[in-house]
Nanobody, 114 residues
Framework: QVQLVESGGGLVQPGGSLRLSCAAS????????MGWYRQTPGKERELVAV??????????EYAESVKGRFTISRDDSENTVYLQMTSLKPEDTAVYYC?????WGEGTLVTVSS
């Protein structure tokens, strides 16, 4: 059974950067849609960024709150999706989940605090 493993979360100061990675433990055949979501206590999980290769170039979607600061990318040869986060704000603090197709990771905590 394929599992997704996120890494790269942690504590960072406001204005700092982090790069999240999500790797599939097994082979995922032609997953078009990969993405990142986040969730804070008491709130619903929200979309952060999606990359869909059902088209050339890849179709990208970002939450308004992260546009210009976050960048999603993928390496299909490694079954990995990334989220480069810059200019981080305290309101970016959340558990970040990756998804490939209908498979979800267990999440990685990002804390933005001074």
């Amino acid at each position: 059974q394929v599992q997704l493993v996120e890494s790269g979360g942690g504590l960072v100061q406001p204005g700092g950067s982090l790069r999240l990675s999500c790797a599939a433990s097994g082979s995922i055949f032609r997953v078009n849609r990969m993405g990142w979501y986040r969730q804070t206590p008491g709130k619903e999980r929200e979309l952060v960024a999606v990359i869909n290769r059902n088209g050339i170039p890849n179709w990208l979607e970002y939450a308004e709150s992260v546009k210009g600061r976050f960048t999603i990318s993928r390496d299909d040869s490694e079954n990995t999706v990334y989220l480069q986060m810059t200019s981080l704000k305290p309101e970016d603090t959340a558990v970040y989940y990756c998804t490939m197709g209908n498979i979800w990771g267990e999440g990685t905590l990002v804390t933005v605090s001074s």
